[in-house]
Each structure stands twice: as C-alpha cells, then as structure tokens.
T-cell receptor, first 111, second 115 residues
C-alpha cells in the first residue's frame, strides 16, 4: 500500500539552484525518511526525521515535518548534476517494521 | 558499493523455470525485506522477516516463496512466473523491531525478466 504522496512527480532545474520536493502521508507515523535512487540501483537513505522534530539538516539537505498537515519537504541546496536521481519519502510505522514509500520525485539537474 | 549484496544482478527466466534470488547482509540487522519495483514506481513491499520469522506477507502470489535460512541470508524462490512479474527486486535490511528506529539499507537489486 502507498502512504506518502510526493510532488512534483518530476522536476528539472539548473545546477546551482535549489530543489524542493514535498511529501504527504495519511496515517500517524513514528518517523519519516527520505531516500535517493540512482537509475537501476538500490535506494540510499538520506535523512530521517522523527515525529517530534520539525526540521533537520544534513549537509546540503534540509527536511521539514509538519505532523498537523501530515506533510514533509526535502530541500536540496546548491544542486549538482550528481543529484540527478529519484527521491522517495517513506514512513515507518510505530512497530518499526513496515516502511511505506511514496510515488517519488524524479529530479534532473542540468549542467 | 552497498553493505547488502544481491545476486544475481540480472536474471532472465522462462515461465516454467525455477530460480532463486539471494541476499546477504553482515551488519547484524535482524529484519530483512523483499521489495518489488516496476519502472518509475516506488518499491512495493512483498515480505518482511523479523528475527528470521516471516512477519509480513503483503498478499504476494504463491509463485514467490521467501526463505530466511539465518539472520544474514534471505532468499526469494521463483516458480511459474508471469511476464508481468518482470521488475527490479530489491532486498533491504534494518536493525529490526525493538532495536530503535533505523533506516533501510538496500542492495542494488536483481533485474528480473520473465519471457
């Protein structure tokens, strides 16, 4: 089953610009995670934000979480061509076992 | 390189064949997962093993049969597949319930084509 919904579905930007992706979900969560997937490869975990956190930073990544709106955003600053990938949000249930992925945003960073 | 190793990387099989996908991790994780991913779609959960016991089966057809021989290994046995089963099959692991909330670590997948 699919919980998170990302928008936009696809995003094209120039190198150096910022990229913002949004994710919405439906049920209560313990945490929300963002993953990156390069074409034909496995997913790589980027950042985890817990339900009692509102904002988190990691390098060029900034994640926000609004539990009242059941939404999250991922901001990538100063994008690079190497950031070209699909980005997925995933929610983890309170038992810590089931991860449900959103449909993803395909990001293209043009040199 | 990932810490979760999947073999083979590519597999082509006929509808009458029997094959197996293999996954191995040595991070001491106690939960292991099989996901199926079609092109331009998110991963869809198939099975979860927690402490070597099957804990989640997302109504997957019986032509897919998972097996967890030990805490480091996960297999997916395939039999009488259909062309629509062609997809990228991803294995993942996490610390497991009761170990805190941890992310998934994915392998690079097996690209399966059913002819």
């Amino acid at each position: 089953s699919q919980q998170g919904e990302e928008d936009p579905q696809a995003l094209s930007i120039q190198e150096g610009e910022n990229a913002t992706m949004n994710c919405s979900y439906k049920t209560s969560i313990n945490n929300l995670q963002w993953y990156r997937q390069n074409s034909g490869r496995g997913l790589v975990h980027l950042i985890l934000i817990r339900s009692n956190e509102r904002e988190k930073h990691s390098g060029r990544l900034r994640v926000t979480l609004d539990t009242s709106k059941k939404s999250s955003s991922l901001l990538i600053t100063a994008s690079r061509a190497a950031d070209t990938a699909s980005y997925f949000c995933a929610t983890q249930d309170n038992y810590g076992q089931n991860f449900v992925f959103g449909p993803g945003t395909r990001l293209s960073v043009l040199p | 390189d990932t810490e979760v190793t999947q073999t083979p990387k590519h597999l082509v099989m006929g509808m009458t064949n029997k094959k197996s996908l293999k996954c191995e991790q040595h991070m001491g994780h106690r939960a292991m997962y099989w996901y199926k991913q079609k092109a331009k779609k998110p991963p869809e959960l198939m099975f979860v093993y927690s402490y070597e016991k099957l804990s989640i089966n997302e109504s997957v057809p019986s032509r897919f049969s998972p097996e967890c021989p030990n805490s480091s290994l996960l297999n997916l046995h395939l039999h009488a597949l259909q062309p629509e089963d062609s997809a990228l099959y991803l294995c993942a692991s996490s610390q497991g319930p009761g170990q805190g909330y941890s992310p998934l670590h994915f392998g690079n997948g097996t690209r399966l084509t059913v002819t």
